[in-house]
């Protein structure tokens, strides 16, 4: 799998994450549904930063567990706005710059020095990056829609919005 195919997908991804991410009320990044979850910024700011992020841990080819795990509270919704629009730009430059051995690299999990597991890049780009970046957008939405925030259509309509209508 080239790494040039993805950047079209990447791409009609993140405009469906930045309806999303627009969607979140500055007002409310403290709220969480759950004392286990994550707040809806520390989620949003996740979101927002996952295929900049993902992509550069590939590149790198190790990342510690202590990193990877690492959720921060950002301090406004400017900070969530900008992180994505520097995350966007980051990840099409990296799988637009990958090289030719792109398929034969792989990227390493460490805890403590010791590497946990590893994955060749291209299935880390699938996995932990796209899939990762959708699943994480599914909790975004149910988030939002607990909060009564309308939700903007993703693959289709939602219950709010129908860019068929």
């Known amino acids: 799998m080239s790494s040039k195919n993805l950047i079209a ?18 007002d409310k990044l403290n709220w969480q549904p759950h ?3 994550m707040t809806l910024g520390q989620l949003a700011h996740h ?9 550069t841990f590939a590149s790198e080819g ?9 959720h921060p509270s950002p301090k ?10 520097t995350s966007c730009t980051q990840a099409k430059e990296l799988l637009k710059n990958t090289g ?14 010791s590497v946990i597991f590893t994955l ?3 299935l880390f780009t699938r996995l932990l990056v796209f899939n990762h970046l959708f699943h994480h957008r599914g909790q975004l939405s149910t988030y939002l829609r607990t ?3 309308p939700l903007p259509s993703i693959y289709g309509p939602s219950a709010d919005e129908n860019p068929f209508a």
């Open 147 to 149: 909060l009564n925030i």
């Open 9 to 26: 997908e990447l791409e009609h991804e993140l405009v469906s994450t930045a309806k999303l991410l627009d969607r979140v009320p500055a």
């Open 47 to 55: 979101v927002a930063t996952i295929p900049g992020r993902y992509l």
């Open 76 to 85: 406004d919704k400017d900070e969530i706005s900008d992180s994505f629009k």
């Open 120 to 122: 060749p890049i291209p």
């Open 100 to 113: 030719e051995n792109w398929e034969n690299k792989s990227w390493n999990l460490t805890k403590n020095g």
């Open 62 to 70: 190790n990342t510690s567990l202590e990193i990877l795990t690492q």
């Open 35 to 37: 004392p286990k979850a």
